[in-house]
């Protein structure tokens, strides 16, 4: 790190740059507004064919056998592929707990996937392919492949499915296997729970639901692939283009270096595309086999119940507290539903906001025959930040303080063990109660509104980690002093692209403009962490700083280049905080007007106050948090992926059935940034993207407790909910 | 957005040889599902444009041949209609498939790929084009139903190689953060400007209502679509 700023726990105000900190649009927003961005389908290769996927219709079944003499035989058929012909393992669909690129965990778990499974587990599983000169051919052939299933007992409520005599998804349960393919549930003790609940003057028991949430980016998952020799080119919407390329490699018995993977735009990220996908292999493998490129094309139903979502969650929960409102113990059962492979860990984050230390939980990754969890935008947050701040602010009521006294009584804070980089927590929270002006829209009474229309306030709080680590940049100059910044980023939609090349700008103290950004090519680009964990901005952003202090370092040394000679600096920085946490920090403030004879809940005021480090770029930076805070929005009052129990089909796949807000159903987020510089990450930037769809959940529902006086503990918290809950 | 559940065309339990295709279905495997009342969305689609061509379309002399796929010679014969269509000023008289949606047409045969298919079933309006200057849902029209029409897209917006008041408002405003619905957004606002030049904000998110953003940039872009409004020009449609 660098060694001339010193890090600090207080929080220090700090202005913009000479181009770092001030609004500047994005580098490639002109594309993105004349159509001219070539996403994965706007793709024209020579000679390409169609692809599409079968698909299960069973939640669990064998099957017998596949006969594909129709499909094969129908005019304009290319290939059509199977489980019996392509026994290839998609090994980042299923893996026991590790990140999508930890080889090793891929080596040793039980519970492969294959790109084809047979058994299938869940709906919407792939069972056979087709490769066809047009869609609608390709249509029709799988309307010709004959499959005999046999249909096996499945289970839908991972409750349940941890019952004995539940039906087995696996050999080994229902309940998921860890990292060393043991069936143990996550989670862990610190402190003294025990000790904490006996100090308790009183203790407080309860239990929240939350939903399934789909990801739901609007560009349908598509590949494209194309042989040259042995060498694979692919196209394909990934958030990383090194991880992507090396998933792939790795299944298709690659060395990485014959896969080019290019992502020039992709369609919304939102989580878990910083890697392969089974579309990949699938593609690669009818392209293969018809040796013509080969686009497959995911249909939005095939996209959503085919790929991921957020992990739905039981969380029964005990809290100790002291006659003074301290929180003296907290203990957390869990039960995460993943769908038939564990794709994600299925964690449940929330309890580390507070300072109690005494914390018992204990988490259960549950197999099910529903579709795949996986990572949605901090991925094991705000379904945990839903249960313990609602919890807690139902405390705060019955130990009859103020819910915000309450919380800046029990948050985080630094001490001689716990050091943070800096700190900002119950800054944000005195702000944000400021701002939003706390005292007149919250009721002491809940619910005392005469209605029809009520109003009440609630708040929720977070810190969520924003770490740093090894990524790489390579910077280039030529003789007419243009910088070219090699970095592999594809931007999913925060401004990658612009910030990495702010940052060069900036270290190199040249101007915006004569720095152009190579991108989205695996060929091209140095290897990158990608684009998720909140990490590009920090890492490879860090690259960039340290790529630039080495090009500024060889012109003090060489000169700058003449004639055809270039300079070159490349970095792969790998820092640490020392054992420090570096985190972000925020609280959201919101006011909800209920229609108690509708069930209608209305945002009337939503307050963001975030603390991110430096901002580098401040209009993006506050459309992430004001995207994010609406996608939290309708996680807590919208999504749901509803099943039916009798015959486990999911019956709201899909934007209407899912219920994704419309401009309609968005309000006005008002954010406000803190701005601090830790001495850690590009000039003390830190995450942005991920921080802002954490509290939305819990500070609507504890809004919506202020205004009606029922504690809504099930999400999504529907009209229909609320109707009941008044009734 | 309560009440908008729907059962749709997920296959029931038994029947193993469908696929969780919204648009499945070519004229052929209607006629052997017979009775069925489940008809696909491209298959109804399809049967009412036909029906439409029959009875009253103009057929055209001469136009341009169109590819309908690599290897058209192999495959069964699809019908097809003669239309004259203006798409971003430039009059078009081609054959094309009954069965193509006006999407297909811009995005395949015309290689104006700016607009995009997100649902491909009228939910999320990433595909819309303005047809006679109103939005449409290009997913869910048929190309023939274009016969005689002007279709303007995204990339007829710039006027002599400048983007419109628009554009430069959804430029400066961060409007698209991934971009794929950012099409569909400026299509509509486009004609929510031409009918509307001096807009409120809730008449532009009712406008705009039909277009979903999953990275929820919704603020940014009903400001940018705000900071346009009585600009001369207004979002730059015909």
Known sequence: ?727 | MEGKRENDDIPQGGDTSRSLEDSRGSDTSRKDEGGSSDLSRRGFLGGTGAALVVAGAPKLGSSEPLSGGAAEQEVQAVPRTAIRVTVNGTEHRVDVEDRWTLNEFLRDQLELTGSKIGCNRGECGACTVLVDGEPMFSCSTLAVWADGRDIQTVEGLERDGAVSPLQQAFMDFNAPQCGFCTSGQLMTASALLVNNPNPTSDEVREGLVGNLCRCSNYNAIVEAVLATAGTSGSGGAQ
């Open chain 1, 1 to 727: 790190m660098s060694s001339s700023r010193t890090a600090q726990q207080a929080s220090q105000q700090i202005g913009p740059m000479d181009t770092v900190g001030r609004d500047v649009p994005r580098i490639d927003a002109y594309e993105r507004v004349t159509g001219r961005a070539t996403y994965t389908r706007d793709v024209r290769l020579p000679g390409m064919l169609y692809a599409r996927v079968l698909r299960s219709p069973h939640p669990h079944a064998r099957i017998r056998s596949i006969d594909v003499s129709k499909a094969e035989a129908l005019p304009g058929v290319r290939a059509v592929i199977t489980h019996e012909t392509h026994q290839l393992i998609y090994s980042s669909g299923s893996i026991a707990g590790g990140r999508q690129y930890n080889d090793a965990a891929k080596d040793i778990t039980k519970h492969l996937r294959y790109m084809f499974d047979n058994p299938v587990r869940f709906v919407g599983q792939p069972v056979a392919a087709v490769a066809a000169v047009d869609r609608y051919i390709a249509e029709d052939a799988l309307q010709l492949i004959e499959i005999d299933y046999e249909e096996l007992p499945f289970v839908i409520d991972p409750e349940e499915a941890l019952q004995p005599g539940a039906p087995p998804i696996w050999p080994e349960g229902n309940l998921a296997l860890d990292i060393e393919n043991q069936p143990r549930p996550s989670g862990g003790t610190s402190g003294d729970p025990e000790a904490g609940f006996a100090a308790a003057d009183q203790v407080f028991e309860d239990r929240y639901t939350t939903a399934f949430v789909q990801d739901g980016q609007m560009e349908p998952r598509s590949a494209l692939a194309q042989w040259e020799g042995e060498k694979l080119i692919l196209y394909t919407p990934t958030q990383g283009i090194s991880n992507c390329r090396h998933d792939n490699a790795r299944d298709l018995g690659l060395d990485d270096h014959q896969i080019q993977v290019i992502c020039k735009y992709m369609g919304g990220g939102f989580g878990d595309k910083n890697g392969s996908y089974y579309f990949d292999l699938i593609a690669a493998m009818l392209s293969k086999e018809a040796e013509a490129p080969v686009l497959l094309e995911l249909t939005r139903k095939d996209d959503w119940l085919g790929t991921h979502g957020r992990w739905h969650t039981v969380q029964n929960l005990r809290v100790g507290v002291a006659q003074d409102g301290t929180v003296t113990a907290i203990a957390l059962e869990g039960f995460s539903g993943m769908g038939p492979y564990l794709r994600r860990s299925g964690g449940i984050a929330g309890i580390d906001a507070y300072a109690c230390r005494n914390v018992e939980r204990v988490i259960y990754p549950v197999h099910t025959n529903r579709m795949v969890s996986g990572n949605f935008r901090a991925p094991s947050d705000p379904q945990g930040y839903f249960a313990i701040q609602s919890m807690m602010d139902d405390i705060a009521y019955k130990v009859d303080m103020d819910p915000v006294d309450f919380a800046l009584k029990n948050v985080i804070r630094p001490t001689d063990e716990i050091q943070f980089t800096n700190y900002s927590l119950d800054e944000c929270i005195m702000r944000g109660r400021e701002l939003f002006d706390w005292e007149s829209r919250w009721r002491p009474v809940p619910g005392s509104d005469p209605g029809p229309i009520k109003r009440g306030a609630g708040m929720a709080f977070m810190a969520f980690r924003s770490g740093v680590g090894p990524s790489s940049a390579i910077l280039r100059v030529n003789a007419d002093e243009r910088y070219t910044l090699f970095v592999g980023v594809t931007d999913v939609g925060p401004g990658a692209k612009t910030t990495m090349a702010l940052i060069a700008a900036e270290e190199l103290g040249v101007p915006l403009s004569q720095v152009d950004v190579v991108w989205g090519d695996t060929d091209l680009c140095p290897y990158s962490v990608g684009e998720s964990g909140s990490r590009t901005t920090t890492m490879t952003g860090y690259a960039v700083v340290q790529a630039a202090l080495d090009l500024k370092r060889q012109i003090a040394e060489r000169g700058m280049p003449r004639g055809d000679d270039v300079l070159i600096a490349s970095a792969t920085p790998n820092p640490s905080t020392e054992g420090k946490r570096r985190m972000v920090f925020g609280a959201h403030f919101v006011e909800v007007e209920a229609d108690v004879q509708l069930g209608h809940i209305r945002i009337a005021k939503y307050v963001a106050v975030h603390e991110s480090g430096r901002i580098l770029n401040p209009r993006p930076a506050k459309d992430q948090i004001r995207g994010a805070a609406l996608q939290g929005l309708g996680q807590a009052l919208h999504e749901d992926l509803l099943y039916d129990p009798r015959n486990g089909h999911p019956l709201t796949a899909g934007y209407y059935g899912a219920r994704h807000l419309t401009h309609l159903d968005a309000p006005e987020i008002e954010v406000t940034f803190i701005e601090t510089d830790d001495g850690y990450g590009p000039y003390g930037a830190k995450t942005v993207g991920e921080a802002g769809i954490i509290l939305g959940p819990a500070a609507v529902a504890n809004a919506i407790f202020n205004t009606i006086g029922h504690r809504m503990k099930e999400l999504p918290i529907t009209r229909a909910k609320i109707l009941e809950a008044l009734a």
